[in-house]
């Protein structure tokens, strides 16, 4: 894209070329493997961790980078241009682990920080439950004090790094009765008696993305292990969410414009009719209006990863700059997979893997719909 980008500095350039080799020499040759195994092998995670590409944001005393958001701006761009599908690092670093960063106690981050940096601990949050989707207020997930101990029973499905994870933050209600005010936020190590994964769920696309159901039943946690104060969980949740969605729309700009490149360049070599498929008036018009959604996405997301650098980016931006981004890289992707002909129905197009991962991100983080309702909020 010939745009100017003054969100980066050069120390963040200087991150983009030690995360392109990283992906090039580590994760591109083990896509295939992911995708047969539904999930991302250890070592990758530790070896991730050793070249601190995790958690990259978090204060050096716990063994993060000490970097701002820009940092991890810069791999996620990377992962979605690299069109991988399993390494659920930023998931990990930039989702879930400021939770315990900026809600734990100071002998929390102690104790799980310092692993979940290096990749020896891997981290999934429990949100969604079969019957409530982006409902997070109404969770069944019960978490009932006895001592100083929780007991938690109920379950959750549709959990990225499921298979993986040795730490779940779980969404529970501490006092069911009280809405959203009963929501608290416990972490559960996979080690605790009664606690069980399930099925490893089989979708759509983000085959190399390990994502499950887990069970709890009658698992006991110490109260100790909960984070921050009982009932302040969905505020708490609130209040991480927009960097949540201003993620998913870092990777939808970037995967956008990869995209748009592999386009351009099948169009312009493929022959039909004695002449390429770029020479068709109807193809440069559907690629000169993907060009312009890209640059209106590339523009707007930067404008909010800008803000967010910042500490600005509000729930409604945030909202914007998700729905904006995820709902245009759908509809550009639908004309470029038919662009392709055929080949944009192989796995093996850049284009078709791209059209099968990304229909979720207008689901998953809070779904387009949810989106809209936030930003009509503010109308």
């Keep these: 894209m010939q745009i100017n980008r003054t969100v980066f500095r050069d120390d963040h350039e200087m991150l983009r070329t030690t995360v392109r080799r ?4 580590e994760c591109l040759p083990k896509q295939a493997e992911w ?6 092998d250890r070592e990758t995670w530790l070896k991730a961790g050793r070249e601190g590409l995790l958690c990259v944001t978090l204060p050096t005393e716990y063994g ?7 940092h991890a701006a810069v791999i996620n761009e990377e992962m979605n241009r690299a069109n991988l599908s399993g390494p659920g690092f930023s998931l990990h670093s930039d989702i879930i682990a400021p939770y315990i960063a900026r809600t734990g106690s100071e002998e929390q981050k102690q104790r799980w920080l310092p692993r979940i940096c290096t990749g020896e601990t891997i981290l999934a949050i429990g949100m969604t439950e079969p019957g409530t989707g982006s409902d997070l207020k109404s969770v069944r997930t019960t978490a009932v004090r006895d001592g100083d101990d929780y007991v938690i029973n109920g379950s959750k499905t549709f959990i990225s790094n499921g298979l993986n994870a040795d730490l779940i933050i779980v969404v529970c209600k501490t006092d069911p009765a009280a809405g959203a005010k009963g929501v608290s936020l416990i972490v559960v190590e996979a080690t605790r008696e009664g606690f069980r994964r399930g099925r490893k769920l089989e979708k759509v696309g983000m085959h190399g993305q390990d994502t499950a159901e887990l069970f709890f039943d009658n698992v006991r946690v110490p109260v100790a292990n909960r984070l921050g104060e009982e009932g302040q969980g969905f505020a708490y949740l609130m209040s991480e969410l927009p960097q949540e969605r201003l993620s998913i729309a870092i990777g939808a700009a970037a995967k956008l414009e990869a995209c748009l490149e592999h386009t351009l360049n099948y169009v312009k070599d493929r022959r039909a009719f004695n002449q390429t498929v770029w020479d068709f ?3 440069k018009f559907k690629l000169a209006d993907i060009k312009a959604q890209a640059t209106a996405v590339r523009v707007l ?6 803000e ?9 931006e945030a909202a914007i700059a998700k729905l904006f981004a995820t709902e245009s890289l759908g509809r550009a992707l639908d004309d470029m997979v ?13 284009v078709a893997r791209a059209f099968a991962d990304a229909r979720v991100t207008r689901i998953y983080g809070g779904t387009s719909e949810v989106m809209r309702e936030l930003i009509a909020r503010k109308l």
């Design 22 to 25: 990283f992906l090039d020499r």
């Design 35 to 40: 995708d047969r195994a539904g999930r991302v």
């Design 64 to 70: 993060g980078g000490g970097g701002d958001f820009g």
């Design 281 to 283: 008036q109807n193809t």
């Design 301 to 306: 997301v930067d404008h909010y990863l800008a």
């Design 308 to 316: 967010h650098m910042s500490r600005r980016l509000t729930l409604e």
């Design 338 to 350: 038919q662009l392709h002909g055929g080949y944009g129905y192989m796995l093996e197009y850049p």
